[in-house]
């Protein structure tokens, strides 16, 4: 079926639903068409508010806290108190102090809160899921997006997927200039490469030996741990990095050598290898690493005869990464929508 809108915003992601939200706000008719059955991208949460996905702000990102005050969503402070433990091959010290120490902020309900709010806000039939974009075609009366089932033509599109991601998953005809192609292609994808492991706990024992949860590792799997409880500690929580496929085993041995016997015994383990999720990262993920390709003028300004917008986190200059670069880069394609006269494509 080929239906007609202003505008198509390719990706759920926080990006492309802030991009929506902004625009129909100001009456343009938009279309979110997104890969997943679910929305949030990077921003994914356990029924528990517990984060696979992103779990931190900062206080001083405007955007992200201007969309927390808007939604009315409840922050908390990142558990600090305490000593950090520190894990070498020849054995575990704990240290004095918690160099982790920051001021970062979580979400009661998870980081995927955020997304959700944003989608609830738009208007009725405005969010298609589970539909991967599998084609861009820029004509001169519009663009053309394709779906197995479904196409819409539009003014504009706006491509709020990690750059490498859109290029490795989605064909854009005619062939976008070599020079985008080749910024998008070599554009990493932040925290794709990474596998991030949650162990549930019934209680916060670590903190009551004084622990802050926090342990850095030359051993692995996790490099690199955090506390992730719930806010009111109903049930406790241990994060951390690690790379590729890990098995939960291994995982509950190494938090048994840092944090002790009662490790040993999580509720449960949750895993989630970003490496393998082929609408985030795109399979040669782990080559791409060279980030001063962030924020490229290349990809943050308009391209494809004036109808397409790169706009996720990896193409912002402020806070690229980050939340905050995702809804930064959608305030800035936002903007520059609204700035064109965006009406229906004849
Ligand atoms: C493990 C991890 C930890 C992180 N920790 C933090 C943190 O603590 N603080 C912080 O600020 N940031 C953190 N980040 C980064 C943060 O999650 C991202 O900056 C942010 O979520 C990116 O949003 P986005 O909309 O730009 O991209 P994404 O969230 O990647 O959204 C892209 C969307 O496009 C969809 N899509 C892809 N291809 C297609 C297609 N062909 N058709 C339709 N839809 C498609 C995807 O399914 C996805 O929903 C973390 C990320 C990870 C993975």
Not at 60 to 67: G, K
Not at 130 to 145: I, L
């Amino acid at each position: 079926m080929l239906l007609a809108t202003d505008c198509v915003v390719i990706g759920a992601g926080i990006s492309g639903l802030r991009v929506a939200q902004l625009l129909t706000a100001q009456g343009v008719d938009v279309q979110v068409v997104e890969a997943r059955d679910r929305v949030g991208g990077r921003l994914l949460s356990s029924p528990s508010g517990v984060d696979l996905g992103a779990t931190w702000f900062w206080p001083n990102e405007a955007d992200v806290v201007e969309v927390i005050d808007r939604f009315g969503l409840s922050a908390f402070p990142q558990y600090v108190a305490g000593n950090m433990m520190f894990q070498l091959p020849q054995g575990v010290q704990q240290l004095d102090g918690n160099p982790f120490a920051q001021q970062a902020g979580r979400l009661v309900g998870g980081m995927q809160s955020m997304a959700s709010a944003l989608a609830a806000e738009l208007p009725e039939d405005t969010l298609r899921l589970s539909s991967p974009v599998r084609s861009v075609d820029v004509h001169d009366f519009g663009v053309v997006v394709a779906t197995d089932s479904d196409q819409w033509q539009a003014a504009v599109v706006v491509i709020a997927v990690p750059p490498a991601t859109a290029m490795a998953r989605i064909e854009f005809l005619p062939v976008l200039p070599t020079d985008v192609v080749a910024t998008a292609r070599q554009t990493p994808v932040w925290m794709g490469a990474v596998t991030k492991v949650v162990a549930v706990y019934e209680t916060t024992f670590w903190r009551q030996r004084g622990l802050a949860g926090s342990a850095m590792s030359h051993v692995g799997p996790l490099r690199e741990i955090h506390d992730i409880s719930a806010p009111d500690a109903s049930f406790g929580a241990l994060f951390g990095f690690g790379r590729g496929h890990i098995r939960d085993t291994e995982v509950v041995g190494q938090l048994v050598e840092i944090f002790g016997a009662e490790a040993g015994h999580p509720n449960r383990v949750e895993i989630h290898d970003w490496s393998d999720s082929p609408y985030t990262s795109p399979p040669n993920v782990a080559d791409l690493t060279d980030y001063e390709l962030f924020g490229s003028p290349l990809l943050g300004s308009v391209v494809g005869d004036g109808r397409l917008y790169f706009t996720s986190t990896e193409t912002a200059t402020d806070a690229p990464g980050h939340i905050q670069g995702a809804l930064s880069a959608a305030r800035r394609t936002a903007a520059a929508i609204l700035a064109q006269t965006v009406g229906p494509p004849v």
